[in-house]
């Protein structure tokens, strides 16, 4: 059995993520407007990575007899600006999950919650790859600046990123 704190914070992180899934849908419908189909692709596959983060959790609640609490979904923006400034948000927001993983991860350990600090584990594990890969994807965007024929071959190779089996 699981304790309210600590269920009611999973539930809050698991909306967490399908806000995360909403923001990621939203940049990559604006990376394809602005015909950047790639980078659009590249959003659209970290939305799907999203919502399975969230279904983790909800599989992880209710394997010990939680509640899971679903709670609307904020709307995103719908501006974001050019492809850098798109990028830029997305680490922005990552380090902002990083954070509440962290938090999430020390109530596990306030609680002697052993079986949610070994599940957040993979979470602390995750949000290094995913600061790490959206990091290189702003380094070389800086790198080739938003004009020139760089940001489309950057492009093409955003295009390439495989869903995780
Ligand atoms: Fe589910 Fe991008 O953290």
Redesign the pocket.
């Given at each position: 059995m699981i304790s309210p704190t600590m269920q009611n914070a999973l539930n809050t992180q698991i909306n967490l993520?399908q806000y995360?899934a909403q923001l990621y849908l939203a940049m990559g419908a604006h990376c394809e407007t602005l015909s950047f189909k790639g980078f659009a692709h590249w959003l659209r596959v970290q939305a799907g990575e999203?919502t399975a983060?969230a279904v983790k959790l909800i599989d992880f609640l209710l394997d010990r007899k939680g509640k899971l609490e679903l709670k609307p979904i904020a709307a995103p923006p719908q501006e974001f600006g050019g492809v850098i400034q798109v990028f830029e948000q997305t680490l922005a927001h990552?380090m902002g999950?990083t954070q509440k993983i962290n938090a999430l991860f020390d109530l596990s350990r306030t609680e002697k919650d052993y079986a949610s600090e070994i599940t957040l584990q993979w979470y602390v594990s995750?949000?290094v790859e995913?600061e790490s890969n959206v990091g290189q994807v702003v380094d070389h965007l800086h790198a080739v600046g938003d004009q020139g024929g760089g940001i489309w071959y950057l492009d093409s190779r955003m295009a390439k990123r495989m869903a995780k089996a």
């Open positions: 993520e995360s999203e983060h990552e999950i995750e949000q995913e």
